[in-house]
């Protein structure tokens, strides 16, 4: 099986932001792409986004709505 690559994306924040979440990684031990990639699958799980679409995607249902 292939390796899937991952898609690299940018996040602007602000400076007082940036160090309040720089800190927190220090502090806690993450690694910054880490964290936001588990960030943005949580909330995207909490908000139940794609959950149907995905499921439709493995049965084959790939053309229903």
Avoid at 20 to 26: A, G, L, Q
Wanted: proline content about 2%; charged content about 40%.
């Amino acid at each position: 099986m292939a390796k899937k690559n991952p898609i690299k994306i940018t996040v602007l924040m602000e400076e007082t932001e940036f160090e309040r979440f720089d800190s927190y990684c220090r502090e806690r031990g993450y690694k910054k792409s880490t964290l936001i990639a588990r960030l943005i699958r949580q909330y995207l799980d909490l908000e139940g986004y794609g959950a149907q679409r995905l499921n439709a995607f493995a049965r084959g249902d790939r053309d229903k709505k």
